[in-house]
């Protein structure tokens, strides 16, 4: 089955330690992207990659990392530096970056940071 | 700039009522696309439908149609005959065609169908 995975499901983190967040898709797609949702309101974009060994910001880079070495992996740091990282994050793919293609999401993580 | 609003914070309908999510947009740009998602409890959002902006055509799938008026900046989504698995917050989106796959949400809709 292709598809997105996103583990863990829930984290739990103290205040001051960096995480990494996993994305994996097996879909073939070249862009990647990172999503953060707080309660009540929409997806917000971290970071997107359209290829291997590239990646931009998005619209709430700061305090957030990411690395792209391989085409299936998008791993996404919360570092220290994020001031509130209590939230749900998603990551997505598609087939390319033009704006005609659909995003496919992950199931998501949790993360809460104490 | 480009921003999209669904004012309906939350709905709570009784099954096999019709429902209706309403979507509203801004954009200046002339080629824009526009998706709703459905997220279920579970968290992960599944597309449900993309429609670019010169097709204003109507569409049905199933229990499920969309209204797109352009002169409105709408993009409404009707659910006939809602049934309780059709419980999730649903987000509308906008993608300006230019630029990268940027998709742009609303804040959500939840909907609450109960037995």
């Known amino acids: 089955d292709g598809g997105i995975t996103q583990s863990p499901k829930y984290l739990f983190r103290k205040e001051g330690q960096n995480v990494t967040l996993s994305c994996e898709q097996n879909l073939n797609h070249d862009a990647m992207y990172w999503y953060r949702q707080d309660p009540g309101q929409g997806l917000r974009l971290i970071y997107y990659?359209?290829?291997?060994?590239?990646?931009q910001k998005g619209d709430i880079a700061e305090g957030y990392s990411v690395s792209r070495e391989k085409k299936e992996s998008f791993p996404l740091t919360v570092t220290s530096a994020q001031k509130n990282p209590t939230a749900f994050y998603l990551c997505?793919?598609?087939?390319?970056?033009?704006?005609?293609?659909?995003?496919?999401f992950g199931p998501g993580t949790r993360l809460t940071v104490t | 700039a480009q921003k999209v609003t669904q004012a309906q914070t939350e709905i709570s309908v009784v099954e096999k009522e019709d429902v209706t999510l309403d979507c509203v947009y801004e954009t200046r740009d002339t080629t824009y696309y526009l998706f709703w998602y459905k997220q279920p409890p579970s968290g992960e959002l599944v597309f449900l439908i993309r429609?670019?902006?010169?097709?204003?055509q109507n569409e049905i799938s199933g229990r499920y149609s969309w209204n797109f008026q352009k002169s409105t900046s709408s993009f409404n989504f009707t659910i006939t005959a809602s049934q309780v698995v059709d419980s999730a917050v649903y987000f509308c989106?906008?993608?300006?065609?230019?630029?990268?796959?940027?998709?742009?949400f609303g804040a959500g809709t939840r909907l609450a169908v109960h037995p």
């Open positions: 989106a906008l993608t300006p065609s230019g630029g990268y796959n940027k998709l742009i």
């Open positions: 990659s359209q290829i291997v060994n590239d990646f």
């Open positions: 997505a793919s598609s087939l390319g970056i033009a704006a005609s293609y659909e995003q496919y």
């Open positions: 429609r670019n902006s010169f097709d204003e």
